[in-house]
């Protein structure tokens, strides 16, 4: 699937209207995932919890597939990433909005000489945005990868 596919669907069946009307919370924020939920800190600074078993149904339902329907799936979609520099997102099927967790990669001068001379100067940030898919599929869910 690709972002064009990805964003209507989302757009579809969350009647969104512009990117403006998504919550975005950056990666810092995330104090923990485990088998059931993810756990952040909004931007207002009050702690949240996403469950995941309902980012998997909402997935489901948006996609037009029943959870039930593939018992032998490995792994349960709750939503989509994408990581593309200068942000990179993972974005949630939740019950009423859905939440997109992005983390933003500075770009300087230095990164953009190193990466000229070979080195992979986004190795740390690429490391930190794909912890979280590993904590993901640990857990038993995935996400669609939207690079």
Known sequence: MNKQGYFKIMEKEYHIECDDTVIKVPFKNITGINKTEISFK????????????????????AFGMSTDALPDRKFKGVGGRCATRPIGFYEFFTDNHHIRFCKITKV????????????????????????IERKLN??????????
Request: hydrophobic share 30%; glycine share 6%; with cysteine.
């Open 42 to 61: 909004d931007n207002d600074g009050k702690y949240q919890k996403i469950c995941l078993d309902e980012c998997a149904k909402n997935f489901s339902s």
């Open 108 to 131: 300087t001068r230095l990164k953009d000489f190193l990466i000229k001379i070979g080195w992979n100067a986004y190795s740390k940030d690429f490391s930190e945005f794909y912890s």
């Open 138 to 147: 640990a857990a038993g869910y995935s996400t669609i990868d939207l690079t």
